[in-house]
């Protein structure tokens, strides 16, 4: 019964282990920068060949997964930071004008197109890494907070909600402990499409040259620059593109694989005899 | 495993309904299964169960719940759980769909169309054979025709309306009159009558009636034994996945060879008939407790023409608060249900309730609900109501009537409404939240969906415990040892205690649920519907807790939300709510025997007569 589910843990790990490993490691094992060869060309000591300056691409990959997978990280992480304590608190309070605090400023955000907000705030402060980040957070968390609220709603209007209110239970225990908790599955399927989604952004501002050098180490950046010699010296374009690819679809077949405890769900109470 | 169609040999098959008009015996079976057998995870669902369905004839198949009804009457319509190794062989005649009314007819209907839209598609597959031009007015002929034919009133207005706008038991005639329109020569009806008061169980009877007097085989699952007796031709009694016995529903009920069917039947198997029971005007108590296996239906007495001694109600009694123990002190007249023989032997201690203040007043309750985008619409009007220490109320009324928002009101579940609701004279802050640890503990809630009131990420243990921990401060290892204490008593031992909610049957999360609760101490339990969606056995179990607990603490005071006359007949008190009016209150005794408003009358006559088996 567990064997496809492990298969498919192994399988997301895996693809997901590969970006991952050469975003994190990937510059302590670059070494020196060698002489610059010619444009777009193959061979040569070059095994991945070189790019539109004629650096070496292998060498290029190995430093340009870092600040992609960081910043995607961090941007996704801080929108969960903001979005989870405001959607559980507008979901379970009952204040009505607090919940309308909370919510409507984020309706304004969410109205603009996030790459515009990030075009807009790079035109007057030309951010670096850690502003890319939280400019990407923020074009992030009003949907983000608004999926929250609902999949909270819903389960704080369970009877197992008033029960816990019977029963004196703390707010904590109460939105964390069971509202939290209920929609984890919710949110991990989510997590799994934002991160997507926030490391397309990055790499679309990091193409656009937002938060980045032109000629910079980075996997988005060199996808951007290489496009011009990809029918002569494909990889510089391939592999970097393949990274973002497989880092994307790794993690989603690892939430996947999460999320699906036990293999099949269902109604199986049938088969048990309810005898008191 | 074959699942055969047989080629017809009749032409009458596919044409449509109502052409049986004579159902007679020597016709064959519409739909047969022979030796079912469904293994699902090497555990044996249906064990061997074969079945004829006449037609024009209704079979039920009951047992408690997982005894492989709803598995084998899914087998009819060739619809298995996943993964289930399936042997045996099931045939339905040629042409012969199988139409399924499921338990929560919601769930068949798609909520974004309307009732004419739903049902004009299945028409509109029916008229392919006419011309272009005739084939809307004909779809929706027989739209009309099926609306007609599943006892839908009023079926313009209806087939404009969208599922959810519909009450539960239209939404059922909605799903009936799908399978009429598909020509169903079998109908499967899983539950029909589940969570319904005796009203509405009498309509849904005589619905499934009409639809086996056109000709069509009705497959009827169900636990509620009253609805079987009074309409079932066949009955095939499952345990476990067995059949353990079958045949006439006459014989079965009369005399059940088997020992299980005896235990289901329990109740109505002993029930004198409502003549002889007549004439024992007066007939005192009915039994102890522990042998409650007796007669679970209420007085079977014609409510007039009654020789004997009889209450006579004061005009007034109805909407001022009478004296709780107004019948035991009246003579000639004996308490009927256990319960009141209990309180009455406990008169002459002087514990009465007559002596101590309400622990609960409701002094002019209006609630409201909220009604679309603006405004407000009354759901219940509650003028007084008491409740004395270790005594017990039952509210009752049809669903819709307001007694869970009345329930909900006193728990502080349900903010919008004006009046006061006193706690020993000291008024209820409206809402939970605004309850102290006290008030808390002093009124508890025990919710009607055990499943859905509990986490279903802890062990059910755990969460009894919390009640202790947060609301009496009792530290987590002494509430624990306490809340296992409480389980066992209530019939819930260790091991099981232990497991996840997800893990347990209704009936055992039902007694967690009321173990939960009475960890807090409560003074004012409330039970909105409990036992609703249970079946006999489980029931039966239940009520006896909750007998148990009124009889045994005088601190205790119970609330029974109920549309099941059964239950209300534990109680002391009733007070009936109709439309979210209070239409009358009373003791039990009174109430259940000389029903002074009319409401109350139809309600206690029907489930007399759906107990007695003679609905017509």
New interface residues.
């Given amino acids: 019964m567990r064997s496809p589910r492990t298969g498919r843990f192994a399988l997301g790990l895996t693809i997901v282990a590969v970006p991952l490993v050469l975003a994190l490691l990937g510059p302590v094992f670059a070494g020196e920068p060698g002489a610059r060869a010619a444009s777009f060309t193959l061979g040569e000591g070059h095994w991945l060949g070189t790019d539109f300056v004629g650096r070496d691409v292998w060498r290029q990959v190995l430093h340009g997964g870092r600040p992609v997978v960081l910043t995607a990280l961090a941007a996704t992480a801080l929108a969960y930071l903001v979005a989870l304590p405001v959607g559980l608190l507008s979901a379970l309070t ?1 204040l009505r004008w607090l919940e309308e605090l909370l919510m409507r400023p984020l309706d304004v955000l969410l109205a603009v197109p996030s790459l515009l907000l990030i075009l807009l705030a790079a035109t007057v402060f030309s951010p670096g890494a850690v502003g890319l980040a939280l400019l990407v957070a923020l074009a992030n968390v009003p949907d983000a907070a608004r999926l929250v609220r609902a999949a909270a709603a819903e389960a704080a209007a ?3 909600v ?9 707010w904590w225990r109460m939105a964390v ?2 509202v939290g ?2 929609m984890l599955r919710t949110l991990a399927a989510d997590a799994g499409t934002r991160l997507t989604g926030v490391l397309y952004l990055v790499a679309t501002a990091a193409f656009l040259g937002v938060g980045v050098a032109p000629d910079a180490a980075d996997w988005a950046v060199m996808v951007d620059r290489n496009r011009t010699g990809l029918f002569v010296q494909p990889w510089a374009v391939v592999v970097p593109a393949m990274l973002i690819v497989a880092l994307t679809t790794g993690t989603n077949l690892l939430f996947d694989a999460a999320l699906d405890k036990g293999g ?1 769900r ?1 109604p199986r ?8 | 495993m074959k699942h055969e169609y047989e080629k017809g040999t009749s032409g009458d098959v596919g044409v449509g309904i109502g052409v049986h008009a004579d159902v007679d015996t020597g016709v064959g079976p519409v739909a047969e299964i022979r030796d079912l057998r469904v293994v ?1 995870d090497g ?1 044996a ?1 249906v064990d061997g169960v074969s079945l004829r369905v006449l037609p024009g004839r209704v079979t039920a198949l009951i047992g ?4 492989g009804k ?2 084998t009457g899914l087998a009819l319509l060739g619809e298995y ?3 289930a190794l399936v042997t045996g062989d099931v045939r339905v005649e040629a042409g012969g769909l199988v139409g399924y009314v499921p338990q929560h007819p919601a769930a068949a209907l798609n909520p974004a169309r309307r009732v004419s839209a739903l049902l004009t598609d299945i028409a509109r597959a029916r008229v392919r054979h006419l011309p272009v031009r005739q084939r809307r007015a004909a779809a929706r002929e027989r739209v009309l025709r099926a609306l007609a034919e599943a006892q839908l009133p009023d079926a313009e207005t209806l087939s404009r309306r969208y599922p959810h706008q519909l009450s539960g038991g239209q939404q059922q005639r909605v799903v009936l009159a799908q399978a009429l329109l598909l020509g169903a020569r079998v109908i499967v009806a899983d539950e029909p009558t589940t969570g319904q008061d005796a009203l509405t169980k009498g309509r849904i009877v005589e619905r499934f009636r009409a639809v086996a007097a056109r000709g069509i085989a009705v497959v009827l699952l169900s636990h509620d034994l009253d609805v079987v007796s009074a309409l079932a031709d066949e009955v095939v009694v499952l345990r ?1 996945g067995r059949v353990v016995e079958s045949g006439p529903a006459q014989r079965v009920r009369s005399s059940p060879r088997h020992e299980w069917t005896r235990e289901l039947f329990g109740g109505q198997v002993e029930s004198p008939d409502p003549d002889e029971s007549a004439s024992r005007p007066g007939a005192s108590a009915r039994g102890p407790l522990g042998t409650r296996t007796e007669s679970p239906d209420p007085d079977p007495d014609e409510p007039t023409g009654q020789p004997g001694p009889r209450i006579h109600r004061l005009p007034h009694a109805r909407t001022e608060v009478p004296d709780p123990d107004e019948p035991t002190g009246r003579p000639g007249v004996r308490a009927r249900g256990p319960l009141n023989r209990h309180t009455e032997s406990r008169d002459p201690d002087g514990r009465t309730a007559r002596t101590g203040q309400p622990v609960l007043r409701v002094r002019g309750l209006t609630a409201r609900h909220r009604d679309g985008a603006r405004g407000t619409a009354v759901v219940l009007r509650a003028p007084a109501l008491d409740l004395y220490p270790g005594r017990s109320l039952a509210v009752v009324g049809r669903s819709g009537s307001g007694k869970t928002t009345l329930a909900r009101c006193v ?1 502080g ?1 349900h903010r919008d409404h004006d009046g006061e609701i006193l706690l020993d004279g000291t008024p209820l802050p409206r ?3 605004d309850r102290s ?1 006290t008030q ?2 002093a009124v ?2 025990v ?3 055990a499943h ?4 279903e ?1 802890r062990p059910v243990v755990h969460q009894v415990a ?2 202790a921990v ?2 009496r401060g009792t530290d987590p290892d002494t509430a624990t040892r306490e809340a296992l204490t409480t389980l066992a008593g209530l ?1 819930l031992p260790e091991e099981l205690a232990h497991r996840h909610p ?2 347990l ?4 999360l039902q ?1 967690a ?1 009321l173990a ?2 009475l960890l ?1 101490r409560p003074r004012v339990l409330v039970c909105d519907e409990i036992t609703s969606g ?2 006999t ?2 029931r039966r ?2 009520l006896d807790v909750l007998t148990t607990l009124v009889r045994g603490r005088d601190d205790l005071s119970l609330v029974l939300i109920t549309h099941d006359l059964d239950t209300a007949a534990l109680a002391h008190r009733i007070a009936v709510l109709d439309a979210g009016e209070l239409v009358e209150q009373g003791p039990a005794e009174v109430v259940l025997t000389t029903p002074a408003h009319p409401f109350t009358a139809s309600l206690v006559r029907t489930t007399t007569r759906l107990t007695a088996g003679t609905v017509t």
Wanted: aromatic fraction near 4%.
């Fill in positions: 009952r369970r009877p197992a008033e029960a816990l209110r019977m029963q004196g239970e703390t402990g069971y908790r209920s099949r269902g109470r049938t088969e048990k005899e309810a005898r008191p | 699902v555990r669902i408690a719940s997982g005894s709803t598995t759980p996943a993964d476990a728990a579940l809402s939970l939240r640890r808390l503990a508890q809630y919710f009607q969906d859905a009131a509990f986490d990420h919390r009640t947060r609301l019939g997800g893990r049957s209704g009936g055992e007694r649920a939960r609760a807090a249970l079946d056995v489980t179990g239940i």
